[in-house]
């Protein structure tokens, strides 16, 4: 049930001063711990102006102005960008920077060749001081990367997967899709309950804004963003098996810090778990491979036509499970381009499968020979038994003497 209280002339100009500050601070939030993150302060300025003296259903109007001016003009994101360095500072560290301007670069390319709306409105980015591991994206296409991130990998490719996942929600607008449904349900609330006049407005914006500051992108946006990151990094050069290495990756840390990381980290009940994505992915990897490349995902081994190929062994900080998953974007990538058409060799330690590169092995794992050997041999007697197949459904189709 909603009270509506009587407050005097003076409570309520403070009230709206408040409000225009937490409305822009709630609505613009999205990061990779799939919940709302603490938000900059507002230009009470800017949305006071817009928002004095909103009545009834006209602060649907006047909401969508709010949101247009920080998600649409230039001068909107810029006051966003700068409100949100402001928030959390910024990391000037050089080779970070350098390497996060560079893949920005790349990944815009690889998202404009599916989607050229992204050039319209080019990615405003930074890299924060916060030491969690987390990034954002919010509206506007502003985004950040907590420097917690480079602690939980250092690895391109994974840090491509984060990236294009914010991307993701940033291409298809789920900041601003979420937040506008809060909004009309919280000023629908109001207006159903027979409020009227000024008070309406601030205590409709009262309920709005403890909606937005907890807004939530929903399972099936969080679904979206982790298929078209998987689209997009097929179109870049970096591993499409990064895509579930990545949440392979965080398995395996959580377990580890799971009294500090998961908690503070990661996704309401009501998400994808983590295990369910790397798993979704894996799926789509075996469907680009045109269902010839599976993985056993308890033992980490990768196979090719039903048959093992590879579990390979951890090496450095990366798992040997996590290790398989780019065996597997490798071995899928290789299927896509036909490069399965060819051999497999090795160079030094490198196996190949035509063109595509597919594992470096290292101590522990059998040689680049022995697994160039072994995948040749696998081809070998899939190619067999297709060429019998196909000879039995000639004979079966030939006509009886």
Known sequence: MILFLEVDMMERSVWKNRLASAVLAGVMGLGLSFTALPMPRAHADVLGAILAGVQGVAIYGQVDKALNYYNNTEEGRQKLFSSYKEKYGVNYDGYLNGQLTDM????????????????????????????????????????????????????????????????GHGQKNHVVSSTRKKMQVAVAAGVVSGAAGSGMADLALNILVNQI???????????????????????????????????????????TYKSSFVGEIFSPSDHPTHQQRRDNYAKRLTDLSGGNVTIDADKGMVKVGGKDFVAPHAYGDMSAKERSYFVMGNLAAAFLHKQNLKDASSQGSTV??????????????????????KLNAIKSSKESKVASRELKLQKKAAPKK
Request: glycine share 6%; charged share 15%; hydrophobic share 40%.
């Open 104 to 167: 920005m670069g790349q990944l815009t390319s690889a998202i404009g060749a599916v989607d050229p709306t992204i050039h319209q409105k080019p990615y405003l980015y930074f890299i924060n001081n916060d030491k969690s591991f987390n990034a954002f994206c919010s509206m506007g296409h502003v985004m950040s990367v907590n420097t917690g991130l480079y602690s939980m990998t250092s690895n391109p490719d994974e840090i491509a997967v984060v990236l294009l996942h914010e991307m």
């Open 213 to 255: 500051d907890n807004v939530q992108i929903g399972k099936s946006d969080e679904w979206e963003a982790d298929n078209l990151a998987l689209t997009y990094l097929l179109n870049s050069n970096y591993n499409p098996g990064a895509s579930a290495a990545m949440w392979q990756r965080v398995m395996d840390r959580s377990k």
């Open 352 to 373: 190949y499968l035509g063109n595509q590169p597919i594992m470096v092995s290292v101590n522990g794992d059998p040689s680049a020979a022995e697994l160039a050997q």
